[in-house]
T-cell receptor, first 112, second 113 residues
Framework: QKEVEQNSGPLSVPEGAIASLNCTYSDRGSQSFFWYRQYSGKSPELIMSIYSNGDKEDGRFTAQLNKASQYVSLLIRDSQPSDSATYLC????????????FGTGTRLLVSP | DADVTQTPRNRITKTGKRIMLECSQT?????MYWYRQDPGLGLRLIYYSFDVKDINKGEISDGYSVSRQAQAKFSLSLESAIPNQTALYFC????????????FGPGTRLTVL
């Protein structure tokens, strides 16, 4: 079982719709959770971090964390073509050095 | 913005050559990391450093070495490059203050022929 799992996609949504990206992780003791956006050939860019169960909103983005289900998601409201990218979920462990473990990413395509 | 720069941005080299990738940051962050990214495999940690005297192997350190010449500089070397080291290489930093968030440099695309 991979430590951090994401559906590779592509997830296709029309402009203006809500895009829902999901991530599951295997380490029950994980403490910190991150979503990065990565355009093709570019570096990962931090979108959101979340540490506690529940929702965290930042503009059009909402991160949702459920530690009991070992599940973290990212909702993008009013999706724009410029949101088309790969979204990486990253999770830290619970002991010692907080190494980030990345999922392989979900590719999102937003059509005009 | 962690002000991380990487040089070179693109490099083509031949099998067996020694190559160095450099990472610099301007804000004095303690923690620096090197990752490689391959299609379908995601980002994998090569080495990480908490300060000049603290360097640690990541999950895929074989074939690589690093040096932390100063707080601001963290270099990755491929002693004898091989084709399966063709990948995107990213340097990342973690600011201080208790966060474990990582911010990435622009990356180096390395091709080993």
């Amino acid at each position: 079982q991979k430590e951090v799992e994401q559906n590779s996609g592509p997830l296709s949504v029309p402009e203006g719709a809500i895009a829902s990206l999901n991530c599951t992780y295997s380490d029950r003791g994980s403490q910190s959770f991150f979503w990065y956006r990565q355009y093709s050939g570019k570096s990962p860019e931090l979108i959101m971090s979340i540490y506690s169960n529940g929702d965290k909103e930042d503009g059009r983005f909402t991160a949702q964390l459920n530690k009991a289900s070992q599940y973290v998601s990212l909702l993008i409201r009013d999706s724009q073509p410029s949101d088309s990218a790969t979204y990486l979920c990253a999770v830290t462990g619970n002991t010692g050095f907080q190494k980030l473990v990345f999922g392989t990413g979900t590719r999102l395509l937003v059509s005009p | 913005d962690a002000d991380v720069t990487q040089t070179p941005r693109n490099r083509i080299t031949k099998t067996g050559k020694r190559i160095m990738l450099e990472c610099s940051q301007t804000k004095g962050h303690d923690r620096m990391y090197w990752y490689r990214q391959d299609p379908g495999l995601g980002l994998r940690l090569i080495y990480y450093s908490f300060d000049v005297k603290d360097i640690n192997k990541g999950e895929i350190s074989d074939g690589y070495s690093v040096s932390r010449q100063a707080q601001a500089k963290f270099s990755l070397s491929l002693e004898s490059a091989i084709p399966n080291q063709t990948a995107l290489y990213f340097c990342a930093v973690t600011p201080g203050g208790g966060t474990d968030t990582q911010y990435f440099g622009p990356g180096t695309r390395l091709t080993v022929l």
